[in-house]
């Protein structure tokens, strides 16, 4: 499993959001490893195609994709909108959750066995 | 970090707001205490806590409170930050309170503000007596153990010092041209 977290330093909330990603993954058994970037230019954002910060993706999928769909790169804190409908400036972990079991499933049969948990 | 520090005299402003006003602390004179929030439409944290401002700022302005939002962020670099997308936000919210805009960021600069949502509340002799974040979780507003600044509000409107009069402001950064 890839998993990359992208953030921007000016939101303060980055670091909670990889602790929160850390508790789901040892919830779900998993120990990846977490590819971390730190973007802080326009350039950068646009290169990554970041949309703000926090930015989580499983193997490449975000794990809000609904959240993702019309949003252009930003320099810039990310807008969550959350099970119930509020706001936060991270993923539920619901959110990080489903992405990693929607993760595994789309994985084939042997590579799930070999990587355990969920 | 401040500018503008616990004691400190309100900085006289004059800006425009969504509703077609122009606004000044002057504006504001009758009521006992007054909050100056710098704010913006696109940031997260400004989005989740937003509700509980509004609610606040309707619950206390009968008791003598006002509030005022100012957006000083760079519109062009922050599009979603214009005047006419404030305009629309404000409107759609109902906002309780005039939302001013600070095209220059000389308001912002002089109080020395650094993110959004960033409070400063001033009681009635317009000294800042509470300066930082509304309370102790944005994320979810039923999990708050510090409501700083209704506790300050109260404490203002009963003439008691402010039990916590500053914390560190928790935000996106106001975006500086």
Not at chain 1, 74 to 90: F, K, M, Q, T, V
Not at chain 2, 107 to 123: K, Q
Request: proline fraction near 7%; hydrophobic fraction near 35%; charged fraction near 30%.
């Amino acid at each position: 499993m890839k998993l990359e977290y992208f953030y921007f330093p000016d939101c303060p909330s980055h670091a909670e959001g990889l602790t929160r990603l850390k508790k789901v993954l040892a919830e779900k058994g998993l120990n990846p490893e977490i590819e971390i970037t730190c973007v802080n230019s326009d350039e950068q954002a646009q290169d990554l195609d970041f949309i703000g910060s926090p930015t989580i993706l499983v193997d490449g999928r975000d794990v809000d994709p609904q959240g993702r769909k019309g949003q252009s790169h930003a320099l810039a804190c990310r807008i969550y909108r959350l099970e119930d409908g509020r706001y936060s400036p991270l993923p539920s972990e619901q959110m990080i959750r489903k992405a990693l079991e929607r993760a595994v499933a789309d994985r084939p049969v042997e590579q799930q066995n070999n990587e355990g948990g969920i | 970090m401040s500018k503008l520090n616990l004691g400190d005299q309100i900085i006289d402003f004059n800006l425009p707001a969504t509703d077609a006003g122009t606004y000044s602390p002057e504006s504001f004179r009758d009521k006992i205490a007054l909050a100056v929030i710098f704010s913006c439409v696109h940031c997260p944290y400004v989005k989740a806590w937003e509700d509980r401002l509004i609610d606040l700022g309707k619950q206390y302005q009968s008791k003598g409170l006002d509030m005022v939002l100012i957006c000083s962020n760079d519109a062009v670099k922050y599009p979603a930050d214009n005047f006419e997308n404030m305009t629309g936000h404000a409107r759609e919210k109902q906002y309780p309170f005039p939302f001013l805009h600070d095209e220059s960021q000389a308001v912002a600069r002089a109080y020395g503000a650094e993110r959004t949502p960033e409070v400063f509340l001033f009681d009635y002799e317009r000294k800042l007596v509470y300066r930082g974040a509304p309370d102790d979780n944005y994320e979810d507003p039923g999990a708050v153990k510090q409501e700083y600044l209704r506790d300050a509000i109260e404490a203002v409107l009963e003439g008691e010092p402010v039990p916590t009069p500053q914390t560190p402001p928790v935000g996106c950064t106001i975006k500086w041209k």
